[in-house]
Nanobody, 115 residues
C-alpha cells in the first residue's frame, strides 16, 4: 500500500515558523520528485514547492520564495517544508505529492496562521 503521511501543521502566529514533514512508503521514494501543494478554504490547489528525486534542484512559488525551504532525506523516505515568516495568507491544508510514473497524494496537514 502506498502511503504519504504529512505532519507538523498547526496554529502559529504571523511571523512564526513551522516545519512540515511527509513520510512515504510502499513505493520507491527516491525515484520520485516531491512537491508540496496547498489549498486554502474555498479555493483551488496552489503549487508551493518541488524538489527533484535526488534533491539536486528545487523550485518555489513566488508567494513563498525566500520564506519556505524544501528538502528531502531519501534514506528516511522523507520530504520537509520549512516555513518561516508565515503570513495569514499561508493558511491552508498542505499536501505532499509524489510524481514519477504514478502520482501519489497524502491526506494533508492543516496550517493556520493567525494572531
Amino acid at each position: 500500500e502506498v502511503l504519504l503521511v504529512e505532519s507538523g501543521g498547526g496554529l502559529v502566529q504571523p511571523g512564526g515558523s513551522l516545519r512540515l514533514t511527509c513520510v512515504g512508503s510502499g513505493f520507491n521514494f527516491d525515484d520520485y520528485a516531491m512537491s508540496w501543494v496547498r489549498q486554502a478554504s474555498g479555493k483551488g490547489l496552489e503549487w508551493v514547492s518541488a524538489i527533484a528525486w535526488n534533491g539536486g534542484s528545487t523550485n518555489y512559488a513566488d508567494s513563498v520564495k525566500g520564506r519556505f525551504t524544501i528538502s528531502r532525506d531519501n534514506a528516511k523516505n522523507t520530504v520537509y517544508l520549512q516555513m518561516n515568516s508565515l503570513k495569514p495568507e499561508d493558511t491552508a491544508v498542505y499536501y505532499c505529492n509524489a510524481v514519477y510514473i504514478r502520482n501519489y497524494w497524502g491526506q494533508g496537514t492543516q496550517v493556520i496562521v493567525s494572531s
